[in-house]
């Protein structure tokens, strides 16, 4: 009887299996690995990508100065990029839209090669601006953002943006550890031909492993037969986004608040080399300790409080920390005491740019992600192209101390009109 009854058990479980529920999990199961696959190989291109822009953070400068570039020049040629990326963002998060995950990323990796072959073969002033060009299309890390906006649900977006910058902080040591050693050893077009055939690289992985489109229910989607004939350069369908509830003022706030960090990152170099006079290997230790303090604070911090704090109250404490950030630059006299503000400081701004690009992802439909994506990448283009002649005046007017105190100024202004927004609403 036994047998019998352990016969019976086994059929049981078969019929279980072979119900609409058990296939219905079976599905479930089977969805979530490729989700978990995907975002997986989009985490190793963010990682390889960055790798990329900092060796070539690492070849610019020293190709220049054989080129006969001066440091008026190069602020030109910072600028290019600044404008070339800031009329490129939305354009191409349009695209992105428009045309799915694969076709952008393959524009935005193949791109990324032209702009290191040309880099390559430069060898005069105006080769040097026209690489530059290619940067229009280059836009790999936003438009992983918008895969990682499709693939999550809103509640672990946050957090699996943040972890975005565990690959980040990973390309930025070894892209600057990779650039100083080939161009030490083997000169700066050797290191141009490594990172061309990286970013081949990377274009094999999006053609092997990114799907076409990454948009939940995509064919089912109602709009997208009207999406398909709106063009990409619509302008109207660009900011269209920003009459959706919630958009505006926080972009508004992106930008204010932004700005003071924005301008001092563009100092840095400057402020690295004049006003702490650091030689080119202490001033790679220090990216390096940037790397590693990115890498602790967004993959294994940022996360754990999205998690258990609301957007908003996160978003009021990053920006009152960045307030204190920049009054402690405003009287830091040395190396050591910048290496106290840079953990404060990479918290504010990790916490800062992740809530709000997750806001922004969240205010909108999923087949606008992309666009928005690229608006929020064009508001970092805005700050690198302004930022050269903002923080060059006030450093040469009023010292490295304007900085900070510019910075403390604006984003208690900030904060306030956020506390007092937030207590009005408690209040209604």
């Known amino acids: 009887m036994s047998w019998l009854f352990r016969g019976r058990m086994r059929r049981r479980d078969e019929l279980q299996n072979a119900s609409p529920g058990g296939a219905l999990r079976s599905t479930d199961l089977s969805e979530q690995q490729r989700k978990s696959k995907i975002i997986s190989m989009v985490y190793v291109i963010t990682t390889l990508d960055v790798t990329c822009m900092f060796l070539q953070f690492s070849i610019t400068p020293y190709l220049a100065k054989k080129l006969g570039f001066d440091t008026l020049w190069l602020g030109y040629l910072q600028t290019t990029v600044g404008v070339m990326q800031l009329i490129g963002g939305p354009i191409f998060g349009r695209f992105a839209d428009l045309c ?9 990796t193949a791109s990324t ?3 290191f072959l040309l880099l390559g073969v430069a060898a005069n002033p105006y080769m040097l601006f026209i690489h530059k060009f290619p940067t229009i299309f280059m836009h790999v890390m936003p438009t992983c953002q918008m895969v990682l906006a499709h693939l999550t649900e809103p509640s672990q977006r946050a957090d699996k943006l943040a972890k975005m910058g565990l690959c980040f902080g990973i390309g930025m040591i070894g892209g600057s ?11 700066e077009r050797t ?11 990377n274009l094999l992985l999006v053609l092997l492993f990114i799907p076409k489109t990454t948009r939940a229910q995509d064919s089912q989607s109602p709009a997208e037969p009207t999406m398909q004939k709106q063009s990409v350069f619509s302008l109207g369908e660009i ?6 509830p919630g958009v505006t003022p926080t972009f508004l706030v992106k930008i204010t608040a932004g700005l003071p ?9 400057i402020i690295a080399t004049e006003f702490f006079l650091l030689k080119p290997e202490e001033n790679g230790y220090l990216m390096a300790y940037f790397g590693i303090i990115q890498m602790i ?4 911090v940022i996360g754990r409080l999205t998690a258990r704090y609301s957007e908003s109250s996160l978003l009021l404490c990053s920006i009152a920390i960045s307030a204190f950030v920049g009054l402690g630059q405003a009287y830091m006299t040395t190396v050591f005491h910048f290496c106290l503000t840079v953990i404060p400081m990479m918290f504010s701004l990790s916490m800062f740019n992740i809530i709000t690009e997750s806001m922004l992802t969240k205010s909108v439909p999923s087949t606008d992600t992309g666009t928005m994506v690229g608006l929020c990448a064009s508001i970092q283009s805005l700050l690198r192209t302004i930022g050269p002649t903002v923080g060059g005046y006030l450093y040469e007017n009023h010292g490295v101390s304007s900085l900070g105190f510019f910075q403390f100024t604006v984003n208690t202004a900030v904060f306030i009109y956020l506390l007092q927004r937030r207590l009005k609403k408690k209040v209604e």
């Open 239 to 244: 900011t269209r986004l920003m009459r959706f």
């Open 297 to 300: 604070v967004q993959g294994g």
């Open 261 to 269: 960090a924005g301008i001092f990152q563009v100092m840095f170099s």
């Open 100 to 108: 799915g995950a694969r076709m952008a990323l393959t524009l935005a």
């Open 113 to 115: 090669i032209v702009f």
């Open 177 to 187: 550890t990779l650039g100083g050693h080939i161009i030490a050893h083997y000169g």
């Open 191 to 201: 290191a141009c031909y490594f990172g061309a055939a990286g970013s081949a690289i």
